[in-house]
C-alpha cells in the first residue's frame, strides 16, 4: 500500500506566498519522480512542476520564476514554493509520485494524493 498527502494550501492574498508538501509512504521499492499537479474550476488538470530522480526540473511556462520545486529524497517527500502568487493560480493542487513497491519492483506506476486547495483573492 502506498499513501500520498498534501498539505499547505489555504487562502493567500495575490502577490503572497504559499509552501505545499507532500509525502509519500508505505511499501515504496524505488521513486522515480515526484511531481505537482493543479486543476482549476471547470479545466483540465495540468502540470505544474515535477522533479525526476537524477535529473532537472520541469516547470510550466505560467509558474516558471515564481514556483520552485524540492525534494526531500530520503523521506520520500516533495515541496512547491509558490512565491508571486495570482489569481489564476487559484486551483486543487495534486501531487503525483511515480515509484515501484517491493511488490513489484520493475513496475512503475502513478500515485496521486487526494489534493490541497489554493485560493488566491483580495
Known amino acids: 500500500q502506498v499513501q500520498v498527502v498534501e498539505s499547505g494550501g489555504g487562502l493567500v492574498q495575490p502577490g503572497g506566498s504559499l509552501r505545499l508538501s507532500c509525502a509519500a509512504s508505505g511499501s515504496i521499492f524505488s521513486m522515480k519522480s515526484m511531481g505537482w499537479y493543479r486543476q482549476a474550476p471547470g479545466k483540465e488538470r495540468e502540470l505544474v512542476a515535477t522533479?525526476?530522480?537524477?535529473?532537472?526540473?520541469n516547470y510550466a511556462d505560467s509558474v516558471k520564476g515564481r514556483f520552485t520545486i524540492s525534494r526531500d529524497n530520503g523521506k520520500n517527500t516533495v515541496y512547491l514554493q509558490m512565491n508571486s502568487l495570482k489569481s489564476e493560480d487559484t486551483a486543487v493542487y495534486y501531487c503525483?509520485?511515480?515509484?515501484?513497491?517491493?511488490?513489484?519492483?520493475?513496475?512503475?506506476?502513478?500515485?496521486w494524493g487526494k489534493g490541497t486547495l489554493v485560493t488566491v483573492s483580495s
Open positions: 522533479l525526476p530522480s537524477g535529473a532537472s526540473t
Open positions: 503525483n509520485a511515480l515509484l515501484s513497491t517491493y511488490l513489484n519492483a520493475n513496475h512503475y506506476l502513478d500515485y
